[in-house]
């Protein structure tokens, strides 16, 4: 099927006829199927490396709707060591102030209150479209300057043959097909993921019987740029639950939780979807529809993310609610974890088995997104009477007493997991804070002009602060850079209450992806090398 | 801490009165979620989790 299926918001890479037709098969190093955010953003990784990649998508660029539209910290300083961070930002809506309602009655607001010393904020809103078109802009530049990133619009995968040494891929396009050969493929090809079931592979778990109405508008109204949300809306219609926040452009997103039993074409309409947001807006609110959909949803992992040379990432290989903000930034962080682990296997700087790590990592992420999503979900479409009665216990608590605010789940806030006791982690030999033991992503802090994470650029660092780093500049080939502070570096005190807490000096190893490998009070070379070889999959 | 199951409440039956007394005239509805309110307020107050844990068991069993 080499149609398109969606119409485009961006026509980004256009179908050209490809040089592979007619000829020999060509050997891929990582070959991607699917240009949505976790392919673009591995891609982007893998070839500002140095690692050649081939991006097949089935269309010419991102399709139509908002879709994801709440980009998370982790997201965005991800994006930002891909050098596609400050357009998102300066693109993207950033808010604190959330109110929650129950009926008509306001029950309680809160203020994200964001730490300071972060770059980036809690999250931004951004539609999908954008954040997809930033990627690309962005890989147009690495391969300005020579990163071997290739995108071909309009090739449909339309067969995957694993053997023992490669894959071999079978594609279609408009003028014919041909066949490529990878090393390794990733399949980026979201939750209904083509590859998965090609390779026969199931994608269990568990389906919420609730239908939501999305529908976009465009309007110039001054509502303030914060989060509402209902529980028991007021307005007619309007189902079990709502959700208004502000978009670029001027666009809205308004969500409404119809239920399971409906009729799907009706509820469509335009005058159907017109007559339940006049009632939530009030009748003399002018607007336009921008996108409107409505979708169901499951929260669901595949057993395991590596199958041999096969690789799955973001949406096909887990699936998540979308209270809280986890599927694409989940799935970035997918790319995030494996694009340096594949680039340091094809580079033959580590063992293949460094990929398992891969699933192992981000089984676990994604185990701690279905718990966050699986829960918000209960809250909002409570599955049994006790279970309503509760809720509303709650939601009536919440109005009242402080106690019962936490209790309230429209979605939490999505935060990168901790890779607590898992196979890469070194040694964590120091009293320091919490939030930076091994395992963790690196929290930012302000240096100078610019910020730490700016100074961890995609590989292996030795961050010493208050002491010298011991002499180590490669591990089997794997370069160390070294980056040596003291807490006069960054007199906000923000860089010593996150990295030293109540110790006087700290050795950090971080990855590439900026999590913590390992860190000490003190360390000798065989110490870092020691770390460096867990870190990579060479230990015992 | 261990959750306590030996009586521990001053004058029983006048505790038992008021806690009917407190969802007198209610309708079923009502009283269930004067039920639900209570023991998000008692849990709250108790806090600890290994208690609340003890406590669910012991009300299941």
């Known amino acids: 099927m080499v149609g398109a299926t969606y119409p485009l918001a961006f026509t980004l890479y256009p179908y050209r006829t490809c040089v592979a037709l007619g000829a020999p098969p060509v050997r891929h190093p990582v070959l991607i199927i699917g240009g949505g955010p976790v392919g673009l953003a591995t891609a982007l990784d893998l070839g500002r490396k140095g690692t050649p990649v081939l991006v097949l998508d089935d269309h010419e660029g991102v399709g139509i709707g908002s879709r994801a539209i709440c980009f998370a910290k982790r997201t965005l300083e991800i994006s930002h060591r891909l050098g596609a961070g400050r357009a998102m930002l300066e693109k993207g809506v950033v808010w604190n102030v959330g ?41 147009e530049k690495a391969r300005a300057d020579g990163a071997p990133i290739e995108i071909r619009g309009r090739n449909v995968v339309a067969g995957l043959d694993p053997q023992d040494d490669h894959v071999r891929v079978t594609v279609e396009t408009p ?49 303030p740029t914060e989060r509402w949300f209902w529980f028991e809306p007021p307005f007619k219609n309007a189902g079990a639950s709502a959700l208004l926040h502000k978009q670029p452009d001027d666009i809205w997103r308004i969500d409404f939780q119809l239920g399971w039993d409906i009729d799907r074409d009706e509820e469509l309409k335009e005058d159907n979807i017109r007559a339940r947001v006049d009632a939530m807006l009030g ?102 009477d006790i279970s309503k009665i509760f809720r509303d216990a709650v939601l009536q608590l919440a109005g009242k007493h402080a106690f019962a605010r936490p209790m309230v789940n429209s979605g939490r806030l999505s935060v990168p997991c901790v890779y607590d006791g898992l196979s890469l982690n070194g040694p964590d030999s120091l009293a320091g804070p919490e939030r930076t033991r091994t395992g963790a992503a690196c929290p930012d802090a302000p240096l100078g002009d610019g910020y730490l994470l700016d100074r961890l650029t995609g590989g292996f660092t030795l961050l010493a602060i208050n002491t010298a780093t011991p002499d180590i500049a490669q591990v089997g080939g794997i370069a160390v850079s070294h980056l040596t502070l003291t807490t006069g570096d960054d007199p906000t005190g923000a860089l010593t209450a996150r990295y030293l807490g109540d110790t006087p000096a700290a050795l950090y190893l971080i990855r590439p992806d900026q999590h913590i490998a390992a860190r000490w009070a003190k360390a000798t070379a065989t110490d870092v090398e020691t770390a460096m070889r867990i870190a990579t999959g060479q230990g015992a | 801490m261990a959750l306590t199951l030996s009586s521990n409440i001053q004058d029983p039956d006048g505790f038992y009165d008021e806690l009917l007394a407190t969802h007198e005239g209610l309708s079923k509805d009502e009283s269930d979620a004067l039920n639900a309110r209570l023991i998000l307020i008692l849990a709250n107050h108790v806090g600890d989790r290994a208690i609340l844990r003890e406590a669910l068991q012991a009300a299941k069993e």
Not at chain 1, 109 to 123: I, K, S, T, V
Not at chain 1, 181 to 206: E, Q, T
Not at chain 1, 312 to 339: E, I, Y
Request: net charge negative; proline share 4%.
């Open chain 1, 99 to 139: 109110k929650v309602f129950h009926g008509p009655d306001k029950v309680f607001e809160f203020n994200l209150l964001p730490e300071d010393g972060h770059r980036f904020p809690a999250f931004i809103n951004l539609q999908q479209p954008h954040f997809e078109r930033f990627l690309v802009e962005e890989i």
């Open chain 1, 283 to 384: 009748g003399d609110v002018d607007y336009e529809l921008d996108w409107t959909s409505i979708y169901t949803f499951q929260c669901r992992r595949m057993k395991t993310f590596r199958h041999g040379r096969v690789l799955f990432a973001g949406d096909s290989a887990h699936q998540v609610s979308p209270f809280g903000a986890r599927g694409a930034n989940s799935g970035v962080q997918d790319a995030d974890n494996l694009a340096w682990k594949l680039d340091l296997v094809v580079k033959g700087q580590a063992p293949d088995r460094l990929l398992d790590s891969y699933s192992e990592e981000r089984i676990y992420g994604a185990d701690e997104n279905i718990l966050n999503s699986t829960r918000a979900t209960d809250f909002l479409t409570p599955k049994s």
């Open chain 1, 175 to 223: 003028d014919g097909q041909y066949d490529a050969l990878a090393d390794y493929v990733i399949a980026c090809d979201g939750a209904r993921s083509p590859a998965r079931d090609m390779l026969g592979l199931s994608f269990d778990g568990r389906v919420f019987e609730d239908n939501f109405l999305i529908a976009d508008v465009r309007m110039t109204a001054d509502f």
